[in-house]
């Protein structure tokens, strides 16, 4: 008989944020999430989960729909709801979550993220390892194309579409860098001061997330303006964090050139915040942990 | 000679009935009664093979008359009287006799209730545990649903369409009668004719032998179920239950407005759980809801069992309760999709693999092809990626290696797919109906390529409706891990080489389109072989539009080269001086862009057709040399 030992945990809080979302995704997403927390219950690997959601939408609509699925049958200790009444991006949007609580573990969820129902278990099966700092889920259908060892999981960044962190670690590095990254890189920033703290980035292949993300008609990857633009805006602003200010006024220099509407205001954002003084604290200047190669954060095993 | 006096035989009726009723072993002097005998003509071989005691019934005349004359029993009943009919049984049979079988041969369809007849005689019959022994003719022969398809249903003095038939059979309606009638089916013997007494006129296109829609139409009532050529059910029971059923058997409901749309049907060995939950996961994400799951494990032992059942256990309340587990032993690849295939009550039923992925809009896409193409087959686009296995600690885990890529087109081409097959099996929802009714399954012969085997067998009969959305990931296992690694090249070929022989050696149906693409096709290979060079004014013509706007813009395209060319410039002064010898008024040019496809086509016929383009003929020939 193979015993498998998993480690306890303690108190898990699953915090997502909510902007404008399908009231019946939200269900959907929340039915797999507590049937994963049944499991992980079960197998004793956490003693206690609940659900927060933070709703950075315009009004709160989705209040009832999110407070609905606070069952006294549910595996979910509770459900909580918080409105922002502001649309704060999702690094401030986790970052007053994670003021209101004091759960051992967080898990950093995107609200259209549907877990298997092992998934909770297999992320917290890496902790047995005390110097663990992330532990990410495997997005499907699509998956990431970053490299990690296949023997230990490590990984450069973890995506906190579904990323497991112990709060000790959180409260070391004071939560997301909300100042600098409205979007896009919060996780990325936050995976690389995991690093710099000592701990270990690991990618767990064994706990599927599926993620809905979907492909167009001719099998092209498209993104919409929000992820173009924000995500251009951390390009830079996260070079320039991690002492690569070459590489950000090299992509900056690239951004004005483009002729491309999105990239150029992003341009002038990064511009406008280096005259005011507004960029962030540069870290990393060794380069030990940051990666850009190839427009990307990681080594990818292959082009999307 | 009466139309009801048929000979004995052992091909036909009585020779199948008599074979049925040696099978219960008669005892020597026992009665064998004859309901609706006719003529009864099975009387003597019935007496001399067993020695039992031959009684007709019947109401009609000349045949009791016979059966007198030639000394056996006979009376006259009417079966529409049952007490009546009863009555009369019971007095004419010595007190305690010993009935050796009940009989009613092509009787049963005469009558406006075959359920009273068939309970009086399961009154006679239950006591003593006698058998019925039946027959009626099969409505569903080939002849007459071949006939029906051109409008005819010819009724005939007697035969298959006799002109006073009250009830109608196919195999399935006159099961339910005989089960509601109280009787239990315990042998069958059905006498079969190719061709049936309904064959006629032979020279229809839907009867002639040769002809392929013939061809077409018998080969789709023979894969239907085993009655096609059946001319006559002949079948032996036994009394069974009492039954209150009030009617005689009809279809109580023409469609199950409640089923679901869709059964995802899972093949799995039980070896591949780690993937087999992540193609639940993307299942149970689904924007629509709308499916069962049906997982078909495949020569499971009894821990790969529990694995599976693990898994369905694991998934939450609202998608376990529309999963099963079905188990299948035994057969090749096909096996365990046919078992659930016909376990599935979906509309639409979709084979997927247990390593098999797919986008959150797949049942979606497929739903909303169904609402504008309900009953083709729905195909939504796939992509393909490069995928392996790692193994970490003592588990394993999927890893892509590849971008994605549009290997399979996104629209369906049932030319294409004759060559070799373009759809991955879980891009493509089948109507239910094709196996429930149609008898189509998965070829279980084929080791490899059974989809394809299907797909190519069903498209040309339901047509496809495609989907430009990507809905589906085929993963492409670089590990080893895959069909086209389990079976070697001599394999695949030889499973492809049986499913060409297949549909080869019958008619095929091409959807609309299909004359104008194998005419560019054949003559594009004519012009590459160098066998032909097209003039643009011979008949042929060579690309043909045949879409309505497109050919106006053709013809439109035509007329004004044709007169602006130079033959027809240089000619205008012979036309017009025609014109004018003739005192006819001057024409007005036509407008061109207001003719129709008549008018372009009558103005070009004019030009072609005229003295001016004959003369110029030369003119033209020069310039092409």
């Known amino acids: ?304 | 000679m009466e139309i009801y006096d048929n000979s004995f035989s052992d091909g036909n009726v009585y020779g199948h009935i008599a074979s049925l009723f040696a099978r219960f072993e008669p005892a020597e002097g026992s009665y064998f009664l004859d309901f609706g005998c006719g003529f009864g003509r099975l009387a003597e071989v019935l007496e001399s093979r067993h020695g039992v005691k031959y009684v007709g019934f019947d109401i009609n005349q000349p045949g009791l008359d016979s059966l007198r004359a030639r000394g056996f029993a006979a009376y006259y009943a009417d079966l529409g009287d049952v007490d009546a009919a009863l009555e009369l049984v019971r007095s004419v049979l010595p007190e305690g006799a010993a009935i050796a079988a009940l009989c009613t041969i092509d009787t049963l369809e005469h009558l406006p209730d075959p359920l009273a007849a068939l309970r009086l005689y399961a009154r006679l019959g239950r006591q003593q545990s006698v058998p019925l022994l039946v027959s009626v003719p099969n409505v569903a022969h080939t002849d007459i649903g071949a006939k029906l398809t051109v409008g005819r249903f010819d009724y005939t003095e007697a035969g298959l369409l006799d002109h006073t038939h009250m009830q109608y059979f196919t195999s399935d309606r006159f099961t339910s009668l005989m089960k509601d009638g109280g009787w239990h089916e315990v042998h069958r013997q059905d006498v079969s004719l190719l061709r049936s007494d309904q064959h006629f006129p032979a020279q229809l296109p839907v009867l002639a032998p040769k002809a392929p829609l013939a061809g077409l139409l018998a080969g789709l009532r023979l894969q239907a179920d085993p009655y096609g050529y059946v001319n006559q059910f002949v079948r032996a029971y036994l009394p069974g239950p009492e039954t209150s059923k009030a009617h005689v058997p009809f279809v109580e409901s023409r469609e199950n407005g409640q089923s679901r749309f869709l059964s995802v049907v899972i093949r799995t060995v039980g070896r591949r759980i780690e993937t087999l939950r992540e193609s639940l996961l993307c299942l149970s994400a689904q924007t629509s809801q709308d499916f069962e799951v049906i997982i078909a494990g495949h020569n499971l032992d009894v821990e790969r069992q529990i694995a599976v059942e693990q898994l369905i256990d694991e998934l939450q309340a609202g998608v376990r309760e529309r999963a099963r587990l079905i188990t299948v032993d035994g057969g090749g690849r096909s096996a365990p999709l046919n078992a659930g295939f016909m376990a599935a009550e979906g509309r639409y039923v979709v084979a997927f693999d247990d390593d098999d992925l797919v986008f959150g809009n797949w049942v979606e896409t497929f739903k909303g092809l169904e609402e504008g193409s309900s009953g083709q087959l729905l195909r939504a686009s796939a992509a393909a990626q490069d995928w392996d296995r790692i193994r970490r600690g003592g588990a394993t885990a999927s890893r892509a290696i590849s971008g994605m890529r549009m290997l399979y087109p996104d629209k369906f081409e049932l030319l294409a797919h004759l060559v070799e097959n373009r759809t991955p099996l879980h891009s493509i929802a089948f109507p239910r109906v094709l196996f429930s009714e149609l008898g189509y399954r998965f070829d279980p012969e084929l080791s490899t390529a059974e989809d394809w085997d299907l797909i190519i067998r069903v498209a040309p009969l339901s047509g496809v409706a495609s989907a430009k959305a990507v809905t589906a990931l085929y993963r492409l296992w670089k590990c080893g891990d895959n069909s086209t690694a389990a079976h070697d090249q001599f394999e695949w070929q030889s499973n492809y080489f049986k499913t060409l022989r297949k549909i080869n050696d019958a008619p095929i149906l091409l959807p609309p389109g299909s004359a104008a693409k194998l005419r560019r096709m054949y003559l594009s290979l004519e012009r590459l072989q160098g066998r032909v060079e097209l003039d643009p004014d011979e008949s042929v013509l060579t690309d043909p539009s045949l879409n309505d706007p497109e050919r106006i813009e053709q013809l439109r395209e035509r007329y004004h080269e044709l007169v602006s060319s130079t033959s027809w410039q240089i000619t205008i002064p012979l036309r017009e001086a025609r014109r004018i010898l003739r005192r006819q008024p001057r024409p007005r040019a036509p407008k061109v862009w207001t003719m129709s496809e008549a008018d372009l086509d009558f103005h070009i016929r004019q030009i072609l057709g005229s003295a001016s383009w004959r003369w110029t003929r030369i003119l033209r020939g020069l310039r092409r040399g």
């Open chain 1, 1 to 304: 008989m193979v015993v498998d030992l998993l480690p306890r945990l303690g108190r898990l809080r699953v915090h997502s944020i909510l902007y404008g979302n399908e009231p019946h995704r939200i269900i959907q997403a929340v039915a797999h999430l507590e049937r994963a927390a049944h499991i992980a219950l079960q197998r004793g690997v956490f003693d206690k989960i609940e659900l927060a959601y933070g709703d950075c939408s315009p009004t709160d609509d989705l209040r009832e729909t999110v407070l609905a699925q606070d069952g006294e049958a549910s595996s979910l200790a509770a459900v909580e709801y918080h409105f922002f009444d502001e649309n704060l991006g999702s690094a401030h949007g986790h970052n007053r979550l994670l003021d209101v609580a004091s759960s051992e573990f967080v898990i950093i969820m995107n609200p259209d993220i549907m877990m298997a129902p092992n998934a909770i278990v297999e992320l917290a099966r890496v902790f047995s390892d005390q110097r663990v700092g992330m532990a990410e889920a495997k997005q499907l259908p699509i998956e990431h194309p970053k490299h990690y060892d296949p023997a230990t999981g490590d990984t450069s960044w973890a995506a906190t579409a579904c990323t497991l962190i112990p709060r000790e670690v959180i409260n070391k590095l004071e939560g997301f860098d909300h100042r600098t990254f409205f979007l896009y890189c919060d996780d990325v920033d936050f995976s690389w001061r995991v690093k710099l703290a000592g701990y270990r980035v690991v990618y767990c292949p064994a706990a599927a997330a599926f993620h809905d993300k979907r492909l167009g008609d001719g099998g092209e990857w498209s993104i919409g303006w929000a992820e173009k633009y924000y995500s251009a805006e951390a390009a830079m602003l996260l070079a320039y964090k991690y002492s690569r200010q070459d590489l950000a006024e090299e992509i900056h220099a690239y951004f004005k050139k483009s002729g491309d509407e999105v990239w150029l205001k992003a341009a002038d954002e990064y511009a406008r915040r280096k005259s005011a003084g507004e960029l962030p604290v540069q870290l990393d200047a060794a380069h030990k942990v940051a990666v850009f190669t190839n427009n990307a954060y990681a080594n990818h095993r292959f082009a999307m």
